[in-house]
């Protein structure tokens, strides 16, 4: 098989060609190696692993040569540079994590190296998870695989999990791990032309996950398809006596939700959705969906979800007062930069000064600020009271309707560069994917069209808690409904 | 009070006491808690704050937490909350302290202090909570460099406040006692301040009486219950003297110079810190079953207090003695081992006198005795069926500690069996009067002093082994005539 | 919310993080745009709302008393920009 051609498989795909025998694992990963070789100059990639890659490769093979194949035997991912991966670099797209080997390993990662999956590499992201384009990152910004035709400038892949999202689009990888925070699987799915799913929170271990805001963070999976994704999320997910927010709920075979049928099927369309200057392209691809939906038996629902404008300050202020404090172990005592100076307090403040980042430094004061003396109640308390009423619009609502479509981000992806200097301008790209976050909800993103200048355009289904089964089903018929079958403009394998 | 040059001055003082809480493992962690461990060895990853670890919380410890509430009769608060403490410091690794600030496991309780003068005191304690330990540094190992050991990072400490109700150095000082023997017989502590597992700041202020609290300071670096008596003694006639000259008490954390006797204040300039304290978003509030605290509570040791009033009643002690027996749960243990259907006052004056005497001699605590209670009571059975006399008993008692042996052994060994037999006696009685018969002129003239002389040359010749009452008895009657 | 720079300097401060002069300006600017963005949560009436701490779905799990963790050394030191003796280092502090 040429090299195109085995890259251009899904993981399910893969999966049963495997099986079939029709190329081994240490092929698969020699293409791949060579997929995240080419696939350099879109930065999507901080520490490739290639030894490791046909190593694990190697006793993937043993095991399917043996008729004991494990559920993900010989399937080559990328993991997002947040997950700690043992005696593998982990620098959470930062300089302060410089030279950190975790000696131990993620439960996630762990769970899909037990279930056979093989590691291409750690994939590049925002710095601490925080921000939506991956231009933040100390190994500089990650490009996304597509760019405007005729349009040379490159452009972002979205976040925090833009390297994980490239790296599948631009099949040098053929899943991949990622967090999501306030949208950072979901925004750079959808700016990439894929799949992303942020499950319900507590479903993927926080354990191992570098920590930004531990009440808001969602390991999950980044794939091509839904039935790629669902897959993904069978092996990752699962209660950990590790995580004490780990939910003890059972793991379904989520791949046997995807059984097409959603007749009768309540889906809400939210009218605080349709904000204002929003694109006509997104709301018309939001009204195609309706459609798609309603054809497949559905029925659409108008449901009204007022705390909706508030869920991003919300956010914020939660997300940034529980980051600085998550943050203050870079310190520069145990591990990663140390930066000397004139004595302890120097040491900690030109080590933080140096290690840290723009962003992250504007959001660990931030933080700081809000929980500090005098502001705990006006900002914090009162965040997490606006909270408890978003999650009580999404209960309410759940009792109108089984699923909710919305747009996933408001505008395509955009060019490297343009947006970066105002944070705010940034922070509105998550303006649909952040309440899910808040109320732990599960949400996926499918490519549903392109946008006027030919960019991937995505839909967003979000879901009950625990119901990723309904998540899933909806989605796999958008996806078929969609049909996208556009690609990039970089792909791996094909020469361009 | 305390006279100051011009007036009298009330002190005030509230203890904070950090006890480490005894289980096998730490609060939020699987690494071991052992004391004296090679640095680093007993930390998890978790405890060393390192990326994408997360607390689980250990069921024991939040069980010596509640029956320590409990042994405080305090209230238990079914709901709590577990909160972030902020602040770098190298020997806490995450930058916070995981604590519990506005929901604590324990609310209001109390303590009861035996005043010397018999009196009781009762003592507030505003609360107790579960949080965590720091690290340790060592800056004494090299000029330049603090050495940091994690070992004790994360460890289970209960915080216990007292109220602001503590009037002396002296009273401060009973308290403790009686907090750490609290501690110790519930073994939820062992109250080992010299290893570090009893740890005690103060807040001392002085006012004159009648009026409001005067400015605090705290007094940080206590590591015994003296030091802890010294420091507030010190530290209310340093602010009494400021006050008298009519200056302002500034509010500070001072250390405590054991050297020289003295507080100091912090060299490092200190901003008042702020914690920034918000739930820890890692944990879930703590929620406990009623009946399982219940449980707990019926599962409590007798206490110190309940056994001191059970000694006097029961045993027929005095307040004194009682409240010495029960100081450690080990000595009534011992104690009542040895009262056991034998006279209480008599194994109280033997455990209290001979055996504490012995051990103080030796250097050696109650689980080192070398006697045992049960050889202690046998002993005591000797005289009380007058095999041995009281007297004698002292030298058995010193071939026991000596030997090991058992006081019956020791008795054959020696042929130290009382002499019981009028006959011998009175041949020994005879014997004396034979030898000393001027003196027994002199006794029937009236020189009743030499009575005793008669004694003891009975006793002498008798190798000490005769009874003495009928030798009293017998000698009695011969001088009579 | 305006912050002034003294603030911003005090929390910089408090967060450990070393601002040059020339940063604080900017920087000030900045963070009070943000503040004032999120200060639009005044608008919502939170009256007798519990805060929602946490979107997990049970209650806090607790662990057996045991020991199953440490005596780890050389992982828990592998990573010191500076040990020693089996210690970590820092520059000294003084009390």
Known sequence: MSDPALLALNLAEARAGLARKAFSARELATTYNDAVAEAKPLNAYITPTPERALAMADAADQRLVRGEALPLDGIPIAVKDLFCTKEVLTTAGSHILEGFHPPYESTVTDKLWRAGAVMLGKANLDEFAMGSSSTTSWYGPVENPWRRPGDNRPLVAGGSSGGSAAAVAAHAALAATGTDTGGSIRQPASFCGIVGLKPTYGRCSRWGVVAFASSLDHPGPIGRTVRDVAIMLGAMAGHDPKDSTSAPVPVTDFEKALTGDIRGLRVGIPKEYRVDEMPREIEALWQRGVEWLRLAGAEPVDISLPMTKYALPTYYIIALAEASSNLARYDGVRFGLRVEGDGLEEMYELTRAAGFGAEVRRRVLIGTYVLSAGYYDAYYLKAQRVRALIARDFAATFEQVDCILTPTAPSAAFTIGEKTDDPIAMYLNDVFTVPANLAGVPAISIPAGLSDDGLPLGLQITGRAFDEETVLRVAGILENAASFRHLPSFLAGAGG | ?481 | MALDKATVAHIAALARIRLSEAELEPLTNELSRILSWVEQLNEVDTTGVVPMASAAAASLPMRDDAVSDGGCRDAILGNAPRAARGFFTVPKVVE
């Open chain 2, 1 to 481: 009070m305390i006279e100051g040059r011009t007036r009298e001055w009330e002190t005030v003082i509230g203890l904070e006491v950090h006890a480490q809480v005894i289980s096998k493992a730490k609060l939020f962690s699987g690494a071991a808690t052992d004391f004296g461990a090679e640095p680093n060895t007993e930390v998890s990853p978790v405890d060393a704050g390192f990326p994408g670890m997360l607390p689980v919380l250990n069921r024991f410890c939040v069980e010596q937490a509640v029956k320590t509430g409990l042994g405080l009769s305090a209230e238990i608060n079914l709901n709590s909350v577990f909160e972030r403490k902020n602040y770098f410091y190298p020997d806490l690794p995450a930058g916070y302290q995981i604590s519990q600030y506005q929901q604590p496991l324990v609310g209001y309780g109390r303590v009861s202090l035996d005043m010397p003068d018999g009196t009781t005191r009762e003592i507030g304690v505003t609360r107790l909570h579960l949080e965590q330990d720091a690290g340790k540094s060592l800056h004494d190992q090299h000029p330049t460099l603090t050495h940091l050991d994690l070992n004790r990072a994360g460890v289970a400490l209960m915080e216990i406040v007292s109220e602001p109700d503590l009037r002396s150095a002296e009273e401060a000082g009973i308290y403790l006692r009686k907090l750490r023997s609290i501690l110790r017989y519930l073994d939820t502590c062992d109250g080992n301040m010299e290893e570090g597992s009893l740890r005690c700041d103060c807040n001392v202020s002085v006012r004159r009486p009648g009026e409001p609290l005067g400015t605090r300071c705290e007094i940080k670096n206590l590591n015994s219950i003296r030091y802890v008596m010294q420091a507030i003694e010190y530290e209310a006639r340093r602010q009494i003297e400021i006050l008298e000259e009519g200056g302002r008490v500034e509010q500070q954390t001072r250390l405590f110079d054991s050297g020289r006797g003295i507080t100091r204040p912090m060299r490092s300039k200190e901003e008042p810190h702020d914690y920034r304290y918000f739930p820890d978003p890692d944990l879930l509030p703590l929620v406990l079953d009623p009946a399982w605290v219940e449980r707990l509570r019926g599962e409590l040791p007798e206490r110190p207090d309940a056994k001191k009033a059970r000694f006097v009643s029961d045993y027929g002690l005095s307040d004194d003695d009682a409240g010495v027996l029960v100081a450690e749960k080990e000595t009534a243990l011992y104690f009542e081992r040895v009262a056991q259907r034998r006279d209480p006052k008599v194994a109280a004056n033997w455990v209290m006198g001979d055996l504490f005497g012995v051990l103080n001699r030796l250097g050696v605590g109650l689980d080192q005795s070398p006697v045992a209670a049960e050889q202690l009571g046998a002993m005591i059975d000797l005289i009380a069926d007058g095999t041995i006399s009281g007297r004698l008993a002292k030298d058995v008692f010193a071939e026991m500690v000596a030997s090991g042996a058992d006081a019956a052994a020791i008795v054959e060994a020696k042929g130290l069996r009382q002499v019981t037999d009028a006959t011998v006696i009175e041949a020994a009685i005879d014997a004396v009067f034979a030898a000393q018969a001027d003196k027994v002129a002199e006794f029937r003239a009236g020189r009743d002093k030499l009575y005793g002389f008669f004694v003891g040359q009975i006793m002498r010749a008798t190798q000490g082994k005769a009874n003495p009452a009928l030798v009293n008895q017998l000698l009695n009657k011969k001088l009579a005539g």
